[in-house]
T-cell receptor
């Protein structure tokens, strides 16, 4: 069973920040939050991951709440090429399997 | 380019055919994965190989047979498939099969079973 809850779809205007929420209220202390995205007809692409601190890289920022029960992926200046399905995944334990849910379909519009 | 190459990109086969999907990674990774993505469904993990040994087999029908001859190559042998097996088959790799390792995916093979 998926351990995360995401909105089915979101729209964002080109050039604006896209904020994608994810709820993971049952996350345990050793589980990381990962974000991947999948552009149509391609394989998923890693974006970012974190444990409890906020993280930033060249693609996005990840904000994790203090209680770790939710997080937000931020694309600071969305472009049309950011249109994709975004997956929030909680992963941890002794084995490294990624379990994908249905994700959020982000549509960036001109 | 992610460093994970899958061939063929598209495949159409009949239910009595035998075919193989190939995956090659150029990243020096030790773990490789097969995922299946059916239309409008989440990705399903099928098999995991770590250091060329199968470590995960998620109740996949025997008509799907994986093979990992070395750490750079992964195959998925297909025989007597059903139309419901039509899907996008994705290969991925990671440095190791442990926490915190990110996965690198290939572009997938779009399989149609007639």
């Amino acid at each position: 069973d998926a351990k995360t809850t995401q909105p089915t779809s979101m729209d964002c205007a080109e050039g604006r920040a896209a904020n994608l929420p994810c709820n993971h209220s049952t996350i345990s202390g050793n589980e990381y939050v990962y974000w991947y995205r999948q552009i149509h007809s391609q394989g998923p692409q890693y974006i970012i991951h974190g444990l409890k601190n906020n993280e930033t890289n060249e693609m996005a920022s990840l904000i994790i709440t203090e209680d770790r029960k939710s997080s937000t992926l931020i694309l600071p200046h969305a472009t049309l090429r950011d249109t994709a399905v975004y997956y929030c995944i909680v992963r941890g334990g002794s084995q490294g399997n990624l379990i994908f849910g249905k994700g959020t379909k982000l549509s960036v519009k001109p | 380019e992610t460093g994970v190459t899958q061939t063929p990109r598209h495949l159409v086969m009949g239910m009595t055919n035998k075919k193989s999907l190939k995956c090659e990674q150029h990243l020096g990774h030790n773990a490789m994965y097969w995922y299946k993505q059916s239309a409008k469904k989440p990705l399903e993990l099928m098999f995991v190989y770590s250091l060329e040994e199968r470590v995960e087999n998620n109740s996949v029908p025997s008509r799907f047979s994986p093979e990992c001859p070395n750490s750079s190559h992964l195959f998925l042998h297909l025989h007597t498939l059903q139309p419901e097996d039509s899907a996008l088959y994705l290969c991925a790799s990671s440095q190791d099969w442990v926490d915190e390792e990110k996965l690198f995916f290939g572009s997938g093979t779009q399989l149609s079973v007639l």
